[in-house]
């Protein structure tokens, strides 16, 4: 699968099957996240994989919805500072989300589901990790192997948000 097969199969999937993600594809996963580009190559961020139910359970304290803790994986990305970009918007968001979508587009050549996840409370986060609270959480993502084939969502027509000027 290339990179544009993977941006065009991928859908946010919330039901996963009871199978264990292999260690090397978790690896994989995580090693996507580090490769991504990030403001200044700062690098100012940790990503977990987390699979202990007990741990997934305690961050979904608090926020995030009840499938997350059932997902095999749940993937976060921490930041820390409070850095703006000249542009006016935070750092650690920027960066978080780019490192999530170069995961998610990795797992999804390698046959994983995954559904990015901002309703979580990311102190609850940050303390299940064993994080101090100036860590930041701008974005989970639960991973494993499907258990449902939904059809693609539906997206505005190019016309309404593409312009070439
Ligand atoms: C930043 C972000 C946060 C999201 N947060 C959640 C969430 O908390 N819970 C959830 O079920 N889905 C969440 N989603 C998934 C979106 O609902 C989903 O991407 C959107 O409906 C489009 O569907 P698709 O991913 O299958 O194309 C989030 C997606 C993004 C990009």
């Given at each position: 699968?290339n990179?544009?097969?993977?941006i065009?199969?991928?859908?946010?999937?919330?039901?996963?099957?009871?199978?264990?993600?292999?260690?090397e594809?978790?690896?994989?996963?995580l090693?996507?996240?580090?490769?991504?580009?990030?403001?200044?190559?700062?690098?100012?961020?940790?990503f977990?994989?987390?699979?202990?139910?007990?741990?997934?359970?305690?961050?979904?304290?608090?926020?995030?919805?009840?499938?997350?803790?059932?997902?095999?994986?749940?993937?976060?990305?921490?930041?820390?500072?409070?850095?703006?970009?000249?542009c006016?918007?935070?750092?650690?968001?920027?960066?978080g989300?780019?490192a999530?979508?170069?995961?998610?587009?990795?797992?999804?050549?390698?046959?994983?589901?995954?559904?990015?996840?901002?309703?979580?409370?990311?102190?609850?986060?940050?303390?299940?990790?064993?994080?101090?609270?100036e860590?930041?959480?701008?974005l989970?993502?639960?991973?494993?192997?499907?258990?449902?084939?939904?059809?693609?969502?539906p997206r505005?027509?190019s016309?309404?948000?593409?312009?070439?000027?």
């Amino acid at each position: 699968m290339n990179v544009s097969e993977a941006i065009k199969v991928r859908r946010s999937i919330r039901k996963y099957k009871d199978v264990p993600v292999e260690p090397e594809k978790i690896n994989a996963v995580l090693e996507a996240a580090r490769l991504s580009p990030s403001a200044r190559n700062r690098q100012e961020w940790m990503f977990y994989a987390v699979t202990d139910g007990k741990v997934k359970k305690a961050m979904c304290e608090g926020g995030a919805s009840p499938f997350v803790a059932e997902a095999p994986v749940v993937l976060a990305v921490c930041a820390i500072g409070d850095r703006l970009m000249n542009c006016g918007h935070d750092v650690s968001s920027v960066d978080g989300s780019i490192a999530m979508s170069f995961a998610v587009l990795e797992a999804t050549e390698l046959g994983l589901g995954t559904c990015m996840i901002g309703s979580h409370d990311q102190k609850a986060v940050a303390k299940a990790l064993g994080l101090s609270e100036e860590w930041k959480v701008p974005l989970l993502v639960t991973m494993g192997y499907p258990d449902e084939t939904p059809e693609a969502r539906p997206r505005k027509e190019s016309a309404e948000v593409c312009k070439i000027l």
